[in-house]
């Protein structure tokens, strides 16, 4: 996840994400994804350059805009065949969605095929300002506020999104297996080692699982560390119910003689000044509370403690 800002693709991407594995020959038949094919050329513009990763329901693809501008770069995202409003500019979460640059529907031996084409982002994977983080927790949550007012469940936030250090601005994208409130795409959501308990439990979800998934991710973003692990005993990733079997009974409950092996938030941050932990622990524990129903809401984290921080703009661009 090599970056050098805004439409600057990184030459040797790795990751060891399990999202990042390749999807493998049998995603590829009728009503499944699309064959797409070095140089094919999408929608009389978009002439694919080499492939950037793929989704749960997609593929992702670097592509150049051949008629518009031969320096112009973007990322295609190719929806499987089986995937086959109107926006308020003046709400202040807008401007941190990634906003469709073009869509169209190409037809290929499997099936037709919806393609959506975003403006192209990358970034740095290390650890991030603090400043920076709460600036981009910020928007982060006005880009859910905006998107939970309007029904619509991200359900699948990780590292990877978005990020424009250019502008020292973040856009939430990657909507590929968005989901409404009222009715959804897939139950199997949200990556790994951000995914909600009752999730991995079969449990009934709501708009409350993007909270959980964004506590999850920013000590992630401060400390360069991931807060879970889905690794079991063989150290492979594993999204069964087996992987939280150990801490929740089978109704959900957490199993009190297993909370010994619980590193609390409290000793999880110790290294950080005393009064700073103590924000950034209510911060980080009030999202990832295991009752959906007491999680706060995007608009309410907003007024949060920790989110309330004064900084120089010009020290976090010398930090970067």
Not at 122 to 138: G, H, N, S, Y
Not at 197 to 203: I, W
Not at 218 to 231: D, H, I, K, R
Request: aromatic fraction near 10%; charged fraction near 30%; include cysteine.
């Amino acid at each position: 996840m090599k970056c050098s800002g805004k439409g600057a693709p990184p030459q040797n991407p790795q990751s060891q994400h399990p999202k990042d594995k390749e999807e493998g020959i049998s995603c590829y038949k009728p009503d499944g994804f699309h064959p797409v094919r070095i140089s094919e050329i999408f929608n009389n513009s978009y002439i694919v350059i080499r492939k950037l990763g793929r989704g749960r329901c997609s593929s992702i693809w670097l592509v150049q805009d051949f008629f518009t501008s031969a320096e112009k770069k973007y990322a295609m995202k190719v929806l499987g065949a089986e995937c086959c409003g109107t926006g308020d500019r003046n709400h202040p979460g807008y401007e941190h969605v990634s906003i469709l640059h073009d869509l169209f529907t190409y037809k290929g031996p499997n099936g037709d095929h919806i393609c959506l084409i975003f403006d192209l982002y990358w970034f740095d994977e290390r650890k991030i300002p603090t400043p920076l983080v709460q600036k981009f927790m910020r928007q982060l949550l006005q880009a859910l506020e905006y998107a939970h007012e309007r029904g619509v469940i991200h359900t699948d936030i990780y590292v990877k999104e978005g990020y424009n250090l250019m502008n020292l601005n973040i856009a939430l994208s990657d909507w590929g297996v968005a989901s409404f409130i009222n009715r959804r795409l897939t139950e199997e959501i949200q990556p790994l080692l951000l995914r909600t308990p009752g999730v991995l439990l079969s449990a009934p979800w709501d708009e409350k699982v993007d909270i959980w998934n964004l506590g999850a991710l920013v000590p992630e973003l401060v400390f360069g560390q991931n807060m879970f692990s889905a690794e079991d005993k063989k150290g492979v990733y594993s999204g069964d119910q087996g992987v939280v079997s150990e801490v929740f009974d089978e109704e959900g409950n957490v199993k009190v003689k297993e909370l010994d092996k619980v590193v609390r938030l409290e000793k999880r941050f110790e290294g950080m000044d005393v009064k700073e932990r103590r924000k950034f622990v209510a911060f980080v524990g009030g999202m990832l509370v295991l009752d959906p129903a007491r999680r706060p809401s995007a608009k309410e984290l907003l007024g949060d403690e920790w989110l309330k921080h004064n900084y120089d703009e010009s020290f976090i661009e010398e930090e970067l």
